[in-house]
Each structure stands twice: as C-alpha cells, then as structure tokens.
C-alpha cells in the first residue's frame, strides 16, 4: 500500500487575508500559531485547518499560512516514516531537494520540500529524527 496524503498548505504573502476567504469560502475555522518552520510560514502565521471538524470530519489537516518573502503557492505533504531518506529516494528519481528535513531536531514533526522532474513542488511530513 502507498504512502497517504496527510496534509495540505495554501501559502500567500498576506495569510490572514487568505484565511478570511478560505473560511468564507469553505467554512474553514483556525488555530493560528507557528509552522514547523519558518520557511514555510512567518512566525505566528500559520492558520491550522483540522480535517476532523470539516465536512463529514473525514477530510485532511492543512494549514494557511505564509506572509512578507512566501511565494504564493498550494502544495500537498505525503506521510513518511523517514523525511531524510524520502528526499534521498526523490533526489535519486530526477527530483531535486528545496528543503529539509526542518527541522532536524525538537520539532513534533519534520518537513521537506522537493520538486518533481517537471518541476511541481511537493512535501512530505514524517517524525524528526
């Protein structure tokens, strides 16, 4: 069985703008704090979706964030038991690491970014080691 898509990020230079129309959009409501790091969002930034309270409660955990310096993108996080040696297998696909693991020590989790041979930025979230 393949690995899930466990989270999802809207990422802007003007988060709480994005907020207030991602929750009048959808209905979405937010836990506003810090990312697992800042190059994924400004300090005090990141708008925290929880997939249990959307829908039926069956959807997936994302985040809103971004601020000052984020370039404006949606991306999707795929669970691993191992950032490090994921970005490694994405690397030696053609793939090319942008970030991580972040952070390598303290967090409740680790992140990475990686492009795909055509370019399309993805992420995938595991335990820090």
Excluded: C
């Amino acid at each position: 069985m393949g690995q899930p898509v466990v989270h999802f990020e809207i990422i802007g230079t003007d988060p709480a703008a994005l907020r207030s129309y991602y929750g009048d959009l959808f209905g979405w409501t937010f836990g506003v704090g810090d990312a697992a790091t800042d190059a994924v969002s400004a300090p005090g930034e990141y708008g925290f979706v929880d997939g249990g309270t959307t829908g039926d409660g069956t959807g997936i955990n994302g985040g809103v964030a971004g601020g000052t310096g984020h370039r404006p993108r949606v991306l999707f996080y795929v669970g691993v038991p191992d950032v490090e040696a994921a970005l490694q297998r994405a690397e030696s696909l053609g793939g090319e690491r942008i970030l991580g693991p972040a952070p390598t020590s303290g967090g409740a989790i680790a992140v990475g970014h990686f492009t795909d041979p055509e370019g399309n930025l993805i992420g995938v979230a595991g335990p820090p080691r």
